[in-house]
C-alpha cells in the first residue's frame, strides 16, 4: 500500500449492507479500535478487542484490520448510492474502496488495473458534477471519476471516466502525487517522478493534448502555460528528480511540494511564484501537510526527522526526534484540542502525528510559547561569551532574520534548531507504515502490505460503550473490553 484516502459521501446511503450503526466498536474496521490520545486529558493508549491478533509490549492485545481480500466483495454494491465514509487504498495493481462503517471488515469494492499500477489518489468533497475522485498511476496516467457511480457497478474496472496523459502522451513518468486545488472549480494537479508538475482543469476532458515550449535550465523553476483549449493548461518544472508529495492549504493560496533532492517549496498558487523552502537535514523527503490554519507544514523522509516549518519565520521552527528509520507519513489533527485551551480561538497547542518505516505511530505537541530557542555558539562550541545560561548568550544565528520570498533555505546546523519529543511512541503495525490519517472520532494507520487500523479516541470510546447497551450488533464481550486497561503511558516533554 502506498496511499489512504478518507472520502466522505454526502447523500443518504441506502446499502442493505451498511451497518446498523455508525459508532459500533466491533463494526467495519472499528473493530481494531484503540484508547489514544485526544480530546481532554488522557494520556493512555489501550487496546480493545477485535478481530485476530498481534503481540505487542505487556502481553498478547487483539486487534482488526481492513486486509485484502482475494475474492472482491461487490454483492449488493449497487445499491450505495450516497452518504457514507469510505477508506481509498492502492495495494499492487488494485485499487481497494472500503465502508469505514461498514460490519464486514473485508473491502466492498476492488478496481483492478491491468497495465500499469494505481499509486496516489485524492477525494474532493466539495466536487460539483460527481467526478470526486483523481487516481494516478505509474504510467503517468491520470483519471478522475465519481466515487458514487464506482460503488453502483459491480464490475472490477473503472467507469465513467475521465482520462488526462494517456499513455504518458504528455509525461510518461510515474505520477506521484495528485491533488485538488481547494475552491479551483474542478482544476487538479498531477505531479511526476522527473520534477514536472501539471495542471489540469476537469472540465477539459478529451480536449487536444497540449505542448510545452522546452525547459531551459532543469535546475531553476519554470513555469510554461498551454494554448486556450489545450489540456494540462500548465506545466511547473520543480526540481530535478522526483515530486514525492503535493499538497493545498485549506484556503488554496498556497501550495507545499517535497521531493527526491531533499527540498521542501512553498508556492505562491495563483500567482506562481516561489515564496520559500528548505532543505532536509539528509536525504529525500516524503511527505508533507499544512496545518488548519496554514501557519504551519510539516515535512518527514530519510532524514527519520519530523520538520516544522513556519510560514510566517520561512523556516524550520522545530525539529522532532523519535523515529529511528523514514518518516513516511505526516499529519496535523485538526479536531484535538489541548485541556486548558483558552476561547480566544488562537491555536496554543498544535497536536500531529507521524508513521514511519519503523512501524511506529508518534504523536506530537507544538507549543511555540515553550520552544527553547538555542544559543548562538562560538567557534569553541560553547555559547558565546563563554556563559552556560540563556540569560547573557544571544540566539542562534539561524534565527536572525525571516528567510527572503523566494529563497531556499540550507540545512541549518542540528544544534541551531529546537527539538521536539513525541507525548506518545507505540508500534502499531508489524510491517513499515505508509500513512496516518485523522478523523473526530478516530486516528487511522496504513502500512504497506495492505492493513487499516483504527484507533477511536477516549471520548467516542466511552460513546460507544454506552450505545452498545441499546445496539444489538455489540456484545457484552466488546463491551467490556472497551473499559480495558492495557495502556501505554504518554507525557509531555
Given at each position: ?91 499492487g495493481d488494485t485499487i481497494f474502496i472500503s465502508d469505514l462503517n461498514s460490519q464486514d471488515k473485508d473491502p466492498i469494492k476492488s478496481i483492478h488495473f491491468s497495465n500499469s499500477n494505481p499509486l496516489c489518489h485524492a477525494f474532493d468533497p466539495d466536487a460539483k458534477d460527481g467526478h470526486d475522485l483523481l487516481i494516478g498511476l505509474t504510467s503517468g496516467d491520470v ?351
Open positions: 500500500m502506498y496511499h489512504v484516502t478518507l472520502a466522505h459521501l454526502k447523500e443518504k446511503t441506502q446499502s442493505p449492507q451498511a451497518s446498523t450503526s455508525g459508532t459500533g466498536v466491533a463494526s467495519g474496521v472499528r473493530s481494531a479500535a484503540a484508547r489514544i490520545l485526544g480530546a481532554g486529558n488522557s494520556r493512555a493508549l489501550s487496546f480493545v478487542g477485535g478481530n485476530g491478533s498481534s503481540k505487542y509490549a505487556n502481553g498478547s492485545i487483539k486487534n482488526g484490520s481492513v486486509g485484502i481480500s482475494s475474492t472482491n466483495s461487490t454483492n449488493g454494491s449497487s445499491n450505495f448510492d450516497g452518504k457514507g465514509t469510505y477508506l481509498v487504498f492502492n495495494v483519471y478522475s471519476v465519481s466515487l458514487r457511480q464506482q460503488l453502483q457497478d459491480l464490475g472490477k474496472k473503472l467507469v465513467g471516466t475521465h482520462h488526462y496523459n494517456k499513455d504518458g502522451s504528455i509525461n510518461n513518468s510515474r505520477c506521484t502525487s495528485v491533488a485538488w486545488v481547494p475552491k479551483g472549480d474542478g482544476t487538479f494537479v498531477a505531479a511526476h517522478a522527473d520534477g514536472n508538475m501539471y495542471v489540469y482543469e476537469k472540465s477539459k476532458d478529451g480536449v487536444a493534448d497540449s505542448t510545452f515550449s522546452a525547459i531551459k535550465d532543469q535546475t531553476q523553476f519554470s513555469v510554461s502555460h498551454a494554448r486556450h483549449r489545450s489540456n494540462p493548461i500548465a506545466r511547473w518544472h520543480v526540481c530535478q528528480g522526483s515530486i514525492n508529495c503535493i499538497t493545498f492549504s485549506n484556503d488554496g493560496a498556497y501550495m507545499a511540494t517535497v521531493g527526491r533532492d531533499g527540498y521542501l517549496r512553498v508556492y505562491d498558487y495563483k500567482r506562481e511564484q516561489l515564496i520559500c523552502g528548505g532543505k532536509s537535514y539528509y536525504g529525500a523527503l516524503l511527505c508533507c501537510a499544512w496545518s488548519g490554519d496554514s501557519k504551519y507544514i510539516l515535512t518527514g523522509g530519510e532524514d527519520d526527522l519530523v520538520q516544522v516549518w513556519s510560514m510566517e519565520d520561512r523556516k524550520v521552527v522545530a525539529w522532532g526526534e523519535g523515529h529511528n528509520s523514514w518518516v513516511s507519513g505526516v499529519a496535523f489533527d485538526p479536531f484535538w484540542a489541548p485541556p486548558n485551551s483558552d476561547d480566544t480561538g488562537e491555536n496554543v497547542v498544535y497536536r500531529f502525528g507521524s508513521v514511519g518505516q519503523d512501524t511506529q505511530l508518534l504523536l506530537w505537541d507544538l507549543e511555540m510559547n515553550e520552544i527553547v530557542v538555542p544559543l548562538r555558539r562560538a567557534p569553541g562550541g560553547s555559547p558565546l561569551g563563554g556563559s552556560p545560561t540563556y540569560s547573557t548568550a544571544s540566539q542562534s544565528s539561524h534565527w536572525d532574520n525571516i528567510g527572503p520570498v523566494g529563497t531556499l533555505q540550507p540545512s541549518p546546523s542540528m544544534r541551531d534548531v529546537p527539538k521536539l519529543n513525541p507525548v506518545v511512541t507505540h508500534r502499531v503495525h508489524t510491517e513499515p507504515l505508509s500513512g496516518v490519517l485523522f478523523t473526530q472520532e478516530s486516528i487511522l494507520t496504513a502500512c504497506r502490505e495492505g492493513h487499516i487500523k483504527v484507533w477511536v479516541r477516549p471520548g467516542c470510546v466511552e460513546n460507544q460503550a454506552s450505545n452498545s447497551e441499546t445496539n444489538p450488533s455489540i456484545g457484552l464481550r466488546d463491551k467490556s473490553s472497551i473499559i480495558a486497561n492495557n495502556s501505554i503511558s504518554g507525557s509531555k516533554h
